[in-house]
Nanobody, 121 residues
Framework: QLQASGGGLVQAGGSLRVSCAAS????????MGWFRQGPGKEREFVAA????????YYADSVKGRFTISRDNVKSTIYLQMSSLKPEDTAVYYC????????????????WGQGTLVTVSS
């Protein structure tokens, strides 16, 4: 089970950190990813991190502004978001895969319920 939290309303240029806590399985066995779905848009890849946390991957639209990290002791991943823009407004979903992480939703086995991030201009 994946439980995302930390969403909210933030002004453009601000920062926010969302979290995703995992339970029920051995967290360190799973690569993790963040996706988002904005109003009227398809779900899109945001960032991913491998099992050990040694490798991270980002969509071009967030590179340099967002940072994904994980704490395998706490079974939690984080997405630190900075320099937020109105176009970052979306429901943010965390996902887990027992295979290699990647940018496609179909590569992930488990999904959280999402947390809403709203960036005002």
């Amino acid at each position: 089970q994946l439980q995302a939290s930390g969403g909210g309303l933030v002004q453009a240029g601000g920062s926010l950190r969302v979290s995703c806590a995992a339970s029920g399985r051995t967290f360190a066995n799973y690569g993790m990813g963040w996706f988002r779905q904005g109003p009227g848009k398809e779900r899109e890849f945001v960032a991913a991190i491998n099992r050990s946390g040694s490798r991270t991957y980002y969509a071009d639209s967030v590179k340099g502004r967002f940072t994904i990290s994980r704490d395998n002791v706490k079974s939690t991943i984080y997405l630190q978001m900075s320099s937020l823009k109105p176009e970052d407004t979306a429901v943010y979903y965390c996902a887990a895969t027992n295979l290699q992480v990647g940018p496609l939703p179909g590569q992930y086995n488990y999904w959280g319920q999402g947390t809403l991030v709203t960036v005002s201009s």
